[in-house]
C-alpha cells in the first residue's frame, strides 16, 4: 500500500466548497501520520467557465491524470445553461477517466429521519453503469427551432461494456453476506439493451454460484424501493435508470445529504472521482447550511479505494455515531458537523 | 353525448380475467337503463400466442377499430419471453391507435395506506406521453451473442408528438384547481430530446398564461415523490420517464391496487384504451384476490373520456368511500369489492 496521497481536489460550485473543505479536514484527522498527504485544488465549474468559456480542456485531465484519486464537491450553476457544464465536465471527466463503476452505497442508519414509514431496513449498493447507455451524447437534432424538429438519444451497450460491471457488482455482491444481485433494466421495451444486459448478467452469474440473483424492471424497482427495500442487497444497472433509481434511494434512506457515491475505474489506468450525489443547492450555498456527511462518507470510498480500509472503516463508524445521535445535537453548521466528524475519527 | 357504448374488451392474463368482470358490473350498474352498452369480448395474450403465435394482427386491428373504447385487464406471462407481449401487444396497439397521451392520475385517499411516513397529501396527475421517446422500437444489435455485440435503444422526439402532449397537459393543468404544469426530463444529460421538450414546454407556456410552471430533473422528481408530493399537481414527461414515475406515484398514493390510466387518443381518431397500471400478477391469479379497484377507476377514465362526466364522479365518489371504509371492513375478495363498489354506485 502506497504511503502518500495524491489528491486532486475539485470544490466546484455552491455548496461544494463548503462540503469539500469538511471532507478534507475528516480525512487530514483520519490519516496516520507516516500517509503524507498532498492535494491540489483545481478551479472548474461556473466561474471558470463564465471567465474563460472552458470546462474541462486536454490539459486539464492531463493534469488530472497525475493523481491518485479526485475528490469532487459538486458542478453546477443556473447561471450556466442546463447541460453545459454537465456534459462539459462531469460526464467527460467520466468518460475520459472511465470510471465505468459507478458505486453508490445506501444504508439507513437507527434514528436517521426517512420519508419511509416504520423505518425499514435499508443496506444495500447500487452499481451503476458509468460510460454507456443514454449517457454516451450520441443522437443529434434535425430541422431544430422548427415544427418538424426531431431529437434523438442513442443508448449505446456494449457487451464489453456491461460484462465488466456486471462482473464487478458480482465481486462486490459476493463479498457481502447476503451475497445476492439484482439487475434492474427495462428489457420487455428495451429489447435490444435489455436481451444484451439479461444475457451477460445470467452467464457471468454462472461464474458466482454462490450470489443469488433475481431481476426487476426499473419501474417495479422504483415501487420496492419504498415498499419492501430491504429485499435489496447490491443491484447493477444501466447508466439512466442508476442516476435514478440512486436518487430514490439516497431520498428514501437519510437524503441526499448523506449518499456518497464513487466513480471508479477498477483498473486504475486513471484516477477515480468520489463525489456526494447531491448537486451545488446554490440556495444554501454561503450560509454553512449544508449536511458535509455525503462529503466524508465520499472520502471513506476513496480510502477504500485505496486500500486504506482501516480508516474507511473509522469514517462509516463516525459518520454512523453522529447520525445516530444527531436528534439529540440539534442544528449544527457545516463546520461544526465536520468538526464532530473529525474528532471522532482521530479520538 | 352518445347513448350507447360499444365496448372492447380484453381481460388478458393472470387476474386480468378477474379485475375486467368486476370492472364490467361497476360500469353496468352506474349505467342509467337508456344507455345501451354492448361489450365484446377479444382473447389476447399469452394464451393465444401459445396457441397460434399471434399477438396481434391486423385484422385483430381493424376489429379493434370499430369500437368507442376498449377495456384492458393485464397482459403478460412468465411463460412468454419477455418483451414478446409488451412489444407484440400493449406497445403495438398504443402505437396503432396513437395513444399519445397515457393518463395516470394519483390520489391519496384518507385511510389508504402509503408506505410514506405522515400521510402526505397526494393528488396529482402525469400526462406521460404515448408513441415516442425510448419506446419506438428504434435500434438494434450487432454481433449477437459474442463479446463484440453492440445493442442500442434509440429515443424519437419529434417537435409534433412532444407538442400535442404538451399542449394536452397544459389544458389539463388549467382546468385543474391549482392550475401548475410540471416539466420531468434530463434535459441536463439527454440535451437532443431535452432542448426540444424544454423549448415545447416554454412556447407552448405562452398560451397558457394562468398556468404556473416548473421543470424537475427526472432523478430528483422520485426524491419530490417520497418527500414532497404535494408539490405535484400535474406532470407531463416523456414516455420512459413517466413510465418510470407513475410506478412509484402509484405505489406512494395506494398502490398499484388503485392505479388506473387511460392510453388515450384525443382526436378519436381511434379507440382509447383504458387499463389498471398493475401487471397480471401470475402469483395470484385466479384466487379472487386481486384488488379491482385500479380497473373500476380505470372504467372511470373511460367514461369521462366518453363524456359520461356524472357517472365517472359517481364511480370515483364510491371507491373514495370504499377506500376511505376499507380498514373497517376487513379481507374481501376481487368480486366482493366489485359487488360493494357496484351497490354503490347503484344506490
Ligand atoms: C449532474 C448529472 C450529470 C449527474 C448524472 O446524471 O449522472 C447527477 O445526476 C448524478 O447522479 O451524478
Ligand atoms: C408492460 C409495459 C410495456 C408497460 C410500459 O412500460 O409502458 C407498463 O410498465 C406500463 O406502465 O403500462
Known amino acids: 500500500m502506497s504511503r502518500s496521497i495524491d489528491l486532486a481536489v475539485i470544490p466546484g460550485d455552491g455548496i461544494g466548497q463548503e462540503v469539500v473543505s469538511e471532507g478534507l479536514k475528516v480525512l487530514s484527522a483520519v490519516l496516520p501520520q507516516d500517509v503524507k498527504l498532498e492535494t491540489k485544488e483545481y478551479d472548474f465549474g461556473a466561474r471558470r467557465y463564465h471567465a474563460t468559456g472552458e470546462t474541462l480542456t486536454d490539459a486539464d485531465l492531463d493534469a488530472l491524470k497525475q493523481h491518485d484519486a479526485i475528490l469532487l464537491g459538486a458542478i453546477g450553476d443556473p447561471s450556466v445553461p442546463s447541460g453545459v457544464l454537465e456534459r462539459g465536465f462531469l460526464l467527460k471527466l467520466r468518460f475520459a477517466f472511465d470510471h465505468h463503476v459507478n458505486l453508490r452505497p445506501s444504508k439507513l442508519l437507527p434514528g436517521v429521519a426517512t420519508p419511509l414509514a416504520g423505518q425499514p431496513e435499508i443496506d444495500f449498493v447500487v452499481v451503476r453503469e458509468g460510460t454507456e447507455g443514454p449517457y454516451t451524447g450520441n443522437g443529434g437534432t434535425i430541422r431544430k427551432g422548427t415544427e418538424h424538429e426531431v ?3 442513442v443508448s449505446v451497450n456494449t457487451a464489453f461494456g456491461v460484462e465488466r460491471v456486471v462482473r464487478d457488482a458480482f465481486a462486490r455482491a459476493q463479498a457481502r453476506p447476503r451475497k445476492k444481485l439484482t439487475l434492474v433494466h ?16 445470467n452467464k457471468v452469474a454462472q461464474e458466482f454460484p454462490e450470489v443469488s440473483t433475481d431481476y426487476i ?4 424497482a422504483t415501487i420496492y424501493l419504498v415498499t419492501d427495500p430491504a429485499r435489496f442487497d447490491v443491484i447493477v444497472t444501466d447508466n439512466l435508470f442508476g442516476d435514478i433509481i440512486t436518487d430514490l434511494a439516497a ?3 437519510g437524503g441526499i445529504g448523506v449518499a456518497a457515491s464513487g466513480n471508479i475505474n477498477p483498473s486504475r489506468e486513471f484516477p477515480s472521482m468520489f463525489e ?13 447550511k449544508a449536511d458535509p456527511t455525503a462529503t466524508v462518507l465520499s472520502v471513506a470510498l476513496l480510502l477504500r479505494h485505496l486500500g486504506y480500509d482501516g480508516e474507511a472503516d473509522r469514517i462509516d463508524a463516525a459518520v454512523t455515531a453522529d447520525l445516530t445521535e444527531r436528534a439529540a445535537l440539534g442544528a449544527r453548521s457545516t463546520s461544526q458537523i465536520g468538526d464532530a466528524l473529525a474528532a471522532r475519527v482521530a479520538g
Chains 1, 2 share one sequence.
Open 151 to 153: 431529437a434523438t438519444e
Open 186 to 201: 427495462k428489457n420487455n421495451v428495451l429489447t435490444f439493451a435489455g436481451h444484451l444486459w439479461t444475457n451477460i448478467f
Open 217 to 220: 424492471h426499473v419501474d417495479a
Open 251 to 253: 431520498a428514501v434512506s
Open 276 to 288: 456526494p450525489v447531491h448537486g451545488s443547492a446554490p440556495d444554501i450555498a454561503g450560509q454553512g
